[in-house]
């Protein structure tokens, strides 16, 4: 299994501010994955980050409206830039350990709140 | 990756057994079917992940017929903190592969 923790826990941000989300593992991953999570809904992915090499976008999410740096192999960071009411959301990370990504492990999110 | 269907809500009493329904009928024959188990203010968890027949585990078990074009999380003598939403994920899992969620089951455990 992995512990997985998100700074910060919860935010409130002005629109046209941005907020960078922090995940930090306690092993080493090869492949980190960030989820979006709209209040009553389910969870949409945004992004794999695989250390070393560039972020890939799922359909709908662009880099420079979510900007993801993946430093090391227990650490990313989620950027969400220029926000507007609509980002209002709670962000996830989640970890594959197996290599299968069936059993991936998730962080708590980060609630963030744009207004 | 095959689209999947659920209900949207259930409702339960504490020490019955839950079963909730998966359909998946365009599954293809690399694809696994996986449970997640969500909380309010708490990432999903993984519950279980089976290809066909049956598996169980300390927490649950599923349920997947011949045809594998649903399958059933069987969650036996629930208690008030089975309250949660519950994914059915259906994909091809190996290196490079991702989760798609679909819009979960909303169980709600009364006593």
């Known amino acids: 299994s992995a512990v997985i923790s998100q700074k910060p826990s919860r935010d409130i941000c002005q629109r046209g501010t941005s907020l960078t989300i922090q995940c930090q593992v306690d092993?080493?991953?090869?492949?980190m994955f960030w989820y979006r999570q709209q209040p009553g809904q389910s969870l949409t992915l945004i992004a794999t980050a695989n250390q070393g090499s560039e972020a890939t976008y799922e359909s709908g999410f662009v880099i420079d409206k979510f900007p993801i740096s993946r430093p090391n192999l227990t650490f990313s960071t989620l950027t969400v830039s220029n926000m507007s009411p609509e980002d209002s959301s709670i962000y996830l990370c989640?970890?594959?350990?197996?290599?299968?990504?069936?059993?991936?492990?998730f962080g708590p999110g980060t609630r963030l709140t744009v207004t | 990756l095959a689209k999947t269907t659920q209900p949207i809500s259930m409702d339960s009493y504490e020490g019955q057994e839950v079963n909730i329904t998966c359909s998946h009928n365009n599954i293809a024959t690399n694809d696994y079917i996986t449970w997640y188990q969500q909380f309010p203010s708490q990432g999903p968890r993984f519950i279980i992940q089976g290809y066909k027949t049956k598996v169980t585990n300390e927490v649950a078990s599923l349920f997947i017929p011949a045809d594998r074009k649903s399958s059933t999380l069987s969650l036996p003598r629930v208690s008030l903190s089975d309250t949660a939403v519950y994914y059915c994920l259906v994909g091809v899992y190996n290196q490079g592969g991702k989760l798609i969620f679909g819009q979960g089951t909303e169980l709600s455990v009364k006593p």
């Open positions: 092993s080493q991953v090869t492949m």
């Open positions: 989640s970890v594959d350990l197996s290599g299968s990504n069936y059993e991936q492990y």
